[in-house]
């Protein structure tokens, strides 16, 4: 995953995305990515600028204002093998996405619903399993990010004290 649309830019079918790859610049170069998240169809990329802080493309088939609103809220991917190499030790992002989080005591928190960045670190939008849930966020700092287990799917946290107040 390497954006999700946010919002239509325009008349002519273009979308906003909030880029979720420390290369923004990629989207110049790819030539088609896949917009979905259970069912991803892929769709060529017409053209990409660089705004702000975000990418404004102009997908192959999205050419009112309309097409682009039904587009909102969709992940922008890329297929694995054209993913960014990874250092060692390091994950994508979307693989936190449904993990487990528990406690470092070992007490059930939640489940990982998204992942925020905010340019000084990541946040962990966790759901919880209280009656009713809620989401609370977690900072991916080493103070509160334990361990992540990509395997058994689990990230142990260390719940500071007025972290999940509120």
Do not use: C
């Not at 979308?15 to 790859?21: A, D, P, S, W, Y």
């Not at 990629?26 to 990418?55: C, K, T």
């Not at 060692?88 to 489940?111: I, P, S």
């Not at 977690?138 to 972290?163: H, K, S």
């Amino acid at each position: 995953m390497i954006g999700r649309i946010t919002r239509p830019h325009g008349v002519r079918g273009e979308v906003r995305v909030e880029t979720r790859t420390d290369q923004p610049e990629r989207f110049h170069r790819l030539e088609r990515v896949f917009v979905g998240e259970r069912s991803p169809i892929p769709m060529s990329i017409e053209r990409a600028r660089l705004h702000q802080d975000v990418v404004i493309l102009k997908l192959a088939g999205s050419d009112s204002r309309n097409d682009a609103e039904a587009l909102r809220g969709q992940w922008v991917l890329v297929p694995v093998d054209e993913a960014i190499p990874l250092a060692e030790g390091e994950l994508y992002l979307y693989q936190l996405v449904d993990m487990d989080v528990v406690t470092e005591e070992g007490e059930d928190v939640g489940t990982v619903v998204d992942v925020l960045q905010t340019g000084a670190n990541d946040v962990l939008i966790v759901s919880t399993r209280s009656d009713p849930p809620r989401q609370v966020l977690l900072p991916d700092i080493p103070d509160v990010v334990l361990a992540v287990d990509v395997e058994a799917g689990r990230i142990v946290v260390r719940i500071i004290p007025g972290l999940m107040e509120g």
